[in-house]
């Protein structure tokens, strides 16, 4: 299937600064794509050269299978984009500023009638379309920079830190509206600085540290990429001795140690194991109270990408 | 979720139309709302009535020799004059683009599906439809003004003349402050260099130049001001001879000072109508021959003539090219900018 986004080689500096250096990126359609990386890391500029805001100093960009550059208005058809922060002309009004957005992506005058409504609904601004922008709350114009990204029905919408900004109420409805509109089957390229929003709103993501794309597969691929062992931490009712000494023979085990009902299994592999050791706890007749994995989740993989050294200066 | 669009819709969505109208649009409501058009309004109102008031006033400032008591010809008192051509350009254009690079607006403008061909054309015909619509008000009131103050006007056809004439000047302005607005995205800046060159253009270069290279005739090819030269007009006028206690109207050829170039088309174009047949002298001025009573001035070095209507014809030439030049260099930069903050 064709990439919705594919970047080859992707550069960007500022005199001496590398802003993006050489970022290989490659987004599906149809996913929700999570853009992880520090701040500072070059998620903002790669965003920027994809909506034609900036132009490459090297390689090249696609979306939509078109080459993007500042002035090809084109390729932007089907694109919906929510800078970070945005600001509209506060003069304007909600409703008012749907309609001309409307007009740039060339809907007709029954198609901004019946869209412009939904959109409203869906955000959550329904009754205040009539308001001057000015008088918005910073989360009202992040649900209209939502809304006006969605005009035109869009393949792909690119999403730049949603979430920036928000109170925690805020960004729990920014996730939702995501999730709203992946059902649609759009394909949705999110960038953040949030782990646990791009754990929660995605299914691929690629980090990017320092300009350089460090991962990028399914969260659980990445998350499984550290090389960090994983440590099970097993609560157990009725647990005997026996489980313990079991659990160590196993070959993905390297320790396993007790403090009255807990066992703590150090394991030497990167596999979701969790099913073996549960078969083998309750064929010995204990009863798994609960159980956690530690040390393979987004954020180990996350922490442990961005710390590393840079590739090009190792 | 939402509409879905039949390729129909697609096929639509290209015409620039729609998208030309929709930046005008969306610029006219920022100098609706923000004010800026009331504002510029009521200043040309106040321009209209000081002149109706002050007839004199605003005269010098065009250079147009209005006769306040006379006015024989109605519409030399009609023009907003050089300040005012520069203060209009100024307050619509000076924030076109940089008020949008400034408070961040620009983005969501121009990620959308438009060209920034189209958002620069847009923002120009906002601008040319703002300094229509002042400078209908203006020459609406000046008219009505006119005619309600001192009855009956002759020569009301040089009204739409002058109209024009303000519109061509003003619009080299207008298209300055947007270039400047375009590279550097900072009003202040635009604000400062515009007022640099207004002041070096119309201060500065009038008193560089030795009186006599102001006849030079390159100076008709640069904006602002041209050369500065003379025309005679027949002038009638009744002399009283208090011995004998009689009157007696008597012509005479009038020197009239006229100056040329850019700023000034309004009042060449006027010359024109009025004294289609007559003829523009270049005169080698020095300080002993400044006085221009009637029959001295013709004993001073004649460098050149041209006919009147040649003159404001030129002065529109240079001030299209003008604008055009620059108009294309802000477009360029508006082309070509990356916004990176």
Sequence with gaps: MEPVIQTTQLTKTYGTLTALNKLNLTVTRGSVHGFLGPNGAGKSTAIKILVGLLKPSEGTAQVLGQLVGLDLPQTRLSVGYMPELPRFPRHLKGVELLDIYGRLYGLSSQGRKEQIPKLFELVGLQGREGDLIGKYSKGMQQRLGIAQALLGDPELVILDEPSAGLDPVGMVEVRELVKAITQKGVTVFVSSHLLFEVEQMCNEVTIINRGVAVASDSVQNVAHMVSKPAVLIVEVSNLSDAVAEVLRQLPFVQEVTREKSVLTVRLQTSDDVRSQVSQEISRLGGVIVSMRLEGQTLEDAFLQLVSQPRRDKA | ?341
């Design chain 2, 1 to 341: 979720m939402t509409h879905q669009l039949s390729s129909s819709e697609r096929r639509r969505s290209l015409d620039w139309k729609t998208r030309l109208w929709a930046v005008i649009k969306y610029e006219l409501l920022w100098s609706i709302r923000k004010k800026k058009l009331a504002g510029l309004l009521l200043v040309a109102v106040a321009f209209a009535l000081a002149g109706l008031i002050f007839p004199g006033l605003l005269s010098p400032l065009s250079d147009i020799n209005a006769n306040a008591n006379v006015r024989p010809d109605f519409a030399l008192g009609l023009s907003v004059g050089k300040l005012g051509f520069f203060f209009f350009a100024l307050i619509v254009a000076m924030n076109i683009f940089s008020g949008e690079f400034e408070s961040g607006t620009i983005v969501p403008l121009i990620t959308k599906p438009v060209s920034r061909t189209t958002v620069f054309l847009g923002k120009l015909f906002a601008a040319l439809l703002t300094v229509l619509v002042v400078y209908g008000v203006f020459f609406a009131c000046g008219t009505v003004g006119g005619i309600i103050a001192y009855g009956p006007q002759n020569n009301l056809q040089l009204v739409p003349v002058a109209f024009l004439g303000d519109v061509l000047t003003t619009f080299f302005w207008v298209a300055l402050v947007m270039a400047f607005g375009s590279l550097s995205r900072s009003t202040i800046l635009t604000v400062l260099a515009a007022f640099s060159l207004f002041i070096a253009f119309s201060v500065g270069l009038p008193l560089a130049v030795p009186s006599g290279i102001q006849t030079a005739p390159e100076l008709n090819f640069l904006p602002g001001n041209g050369a500065t030269g003379t025309t005679y007009v027949n002038i009638t006028f009744t002399s009283y001879n208090p011995k004998t206690n009689q009157t007696m109207n008597m012509t005479a050829e009038w020197a009239k000072s006229m100056p040329t170039g850019t700023d000034y088309i309004t009042v060449n174009l006027i010359n024109f109508f009025l004294h289609p047949v007559g003829n523009v002298s270049f005169i080698n001025v020095t300080d002993s021959h400044v006085d221009t009573m009637p029959g001295q001035v013709k004993h001073n070095d004649v460098l050149y003539t041209e006919p009147n209507g040649l003159i404001p014809l030129r002065a529109i030439a240079v001030d299209v090219i003008y604008t055009a030049v620059i108009l294309a260099v802000a477009w360029y930069a508006f082309k070509r900018v990356q916004v990176s903050e």
